[in-house]
């Protein structure tokens, strides 16, 4: 792990470097292009300032340039920030706005990380059910599509919060994980949807 740790590190500075590169040039959308990457790289090494810096100014060139994966990423990023910092509430409501632009994107694997988010927000607010659910259909739907997605920090969150879910919920946690993975992933967004409307 301080192996990619510190490839995450090495690539932090090198997308540094580049968007001073690229603010130089003046090209918005390449700008652009690079605060998204930066951005990604910031909220895996915990840099939550740089990360919400990198998503505010996303945002500003969505205003002028619409562009819906971008402006859903930004959120993403965001709602990453407040989860990292353990402000579930904000995550909640921001992997809400996530999961809203990924389901108009249509991208099935973001989808399933916004649920996650989503899951991990509502075990930090204390409804480890509703997130061990959601965590199971989001595993049952790659394991059905074949995704074998691995992210450093991603995982590391998962275990953390998910863990702590399944820890509370004691002899139910596996009867609770069992009707997570029946769900179809329609049943798992909605469920997601429905918890995070209450946020």
């Known amino acids: 792990a301080d192996f990619v740790a510190g490839e995450d590190e090495r690539a932090y500075a090198t997308f540094t470097e580049y968007l001073r590169l690229q603010r130089a040039t003046g090209d918005i959308h390449l700008i652009h292009r690079a605060t998204i990457a930066l951005g990604q790289l910031a909220v895996a090494l915990d840099h939550v300032d740089e990360a919400r810096r990198c998503s505010k100014e996303i945002l500003e060139y969505c205003k002028i340039h619409p562009n819906t994966r ?7 990023y965001l709602a990453d920030c407040a989860l990292i910092e353990g402000n579930f509430t904000e ?5 809400r706005e996530s999961l809203r632009l990924a389901l108009i994107l249509g991208d099935h694997v973001e989808i399933g990380f916004e649920v996650q988010g989503t899951a991990m927000s509502l075990a930090g ?5 509703t997130a061990v659910r959601l965590a199971a259909g989001v595993a049952a739907d790659w394991a059905r599509i ?3 997605i691995r992210v450093r920090f991603w995982d590391a969150l998962l275990q953390r919060h998910i863990g702590t879910a399944r820890e509370q919920l004691g002899v139910r946690t596996d009867e609770v994980w069992a009707a997570g993975l029946q769900q179809s992933f329609e049943q798992t967004i909605s469920l997601a949807t429905a918890a995070a409307e209450g946020a």
Do not use: F, N, V
């Open 70 to 76: 971008s402006e859903h990423l930004a959120y993403h």
């Open 125 to 129: 607010l204390g409804q480890g059910e």
């Open 146 to 148: 074949g995704a074998g």
């Open 91 to 95: 995550s909640l409501k921001l992997y």
